[in-house]
């Protein structure tokens, strides 16, 4: 990962930065792929196949992301997700049969108040943030990503923590403080 305080979402944009391409894919390529095999029941090489086909419209796409427009790139990668099996769902299920299960679906993957919307929108952000918390702690030491993870992730008391690791509260605090501008940076338009 580059030092860039730029956010993975601005690095992509840059396409010669296909570290940054690489890294959306590997975030985004088990979700969406998890999406297709569970919630709509797609067999492997089906669900391999879309999971590529809207990873391709993303990267085509990009640069037209606009959060101010658009709104989240959380919601604009399930209406590209929506519309790709939308399509799948034309191409693959025979006219006669009634079968509208797909589409069902899909009309409450869209619908903001449907539980099956928001469980997608769950997962999207706690995928996200794994993928981005594992990828930050490469960048600190021992001390001040444990310091981080119990201050901020376990909400442990910075009295307690800095007793544990031997370090002042102070640091404690700097520690949690390097950790978290790093994330908000990666996390920048992928994360509300």
Same mark, same amino acid.
């Given at each position: 990962?580059?030092?860039?305080?730029?956010?993975?979402?601005?690095?992509?944009?840059?396409?010669?930065?296909?570290?940054? &391409?690489? +890294?959306?894919?590997?975030?985004?390529?088990?979700?969406? /792929?998890? &999406?297709?095999? +569970?919630?709509?029941?797609?067999? $492997?090489?089906?669900? $391999? $196949?879309?999971?590529?086909?809207?990873?391709?419209?993303?990267? @085509?796409?990009?640069?037209?992301?606009?959060?101010?427009?658009? #709104?989240?790139? +959380? !919601?604009?990668?399930?209406?590209?997700?929506?519309?790709?099996? /939308?399509?799948?769902? *034309? @191409?693959?299920?025979?006219? !006669?049969? #009634?079968?509208?299960?797909?589409?069902?679906?899909?009309?409450?993957? %869209?619908?903001?108040?449907?539980?099956?919307? *928001?469980?997608?929108?769950?997962?999207?952000?706690?995928?996200?943030?794994?993928?981005?918390?594992?990828?930050?702690?490469?960048?600190?030491?021992?001390?001040?990503?444990?310091?981080?993870?119990?201050?901020?992730? %376990?909400?442990?008391?910075?009295?307690?923590?800095?007793?544990?690791?031997?370090?002042?509260?102070? !640091?404690?605090?700097?520690?949690?403080?390097?950790?978290?501008?790093?994330? /908000?940076? %990666? !996390?920048?338009?992928?994360?509300?």
């Amino acid at each position: 990962m580059t030092e860039t305080s730029a956010s993975l979402l601005d690095r992509v944009r840059r396409q010669s930065d296909s570290e940054a &391409w690489h +890294r959306l894919a590997a975030v985004y390529s088990p979700l969406i /792929r998890g &999406w297709m095999r +569970r919630d709509l029941r797609l067999q $492997d090489h089906d669900a $391999d $196949d879309l999971v590529q086909e809207v990873l391709a419209v993303v990267a @085509k796409r990009v640069d037209e992301f606009d959060r101010q427009r658009t #709104g989240s790139f +959380r !919601a604009w990668l399930k209406s590209i997700t929506v519309n790709c099996l /939308r399509s799948f769902a *034309r @191409k693959h299920q025979p006219a !006669a049969t #009634g079968d509208s299960q797909i589409l069902e679906m899909l009309h409450q993957i %869209e619908d903001p108040a449907a539980e099956l919307s *928001r469980q997608w929108d769950r997962e999207h952000d706690e995928c996200v943030m794994k993928q981005l918390l594992d990828d930050v702690k490469q960048h600190f030491t021992e001390t001040t990503w444990r310091a981080f993870e119990r201050a901020a992730l %376990e909400n442990v008391s910075t009295k307690v923590v800095a007793a544990e690791l031997g370090i002042s509260p102070n !640091a404690v605090f700097i520690a949690r403080s390097r950790v978290m501008t790093r994330l /908000r940076q %990666e !996390a920048a338009g992928l994360v509300d």
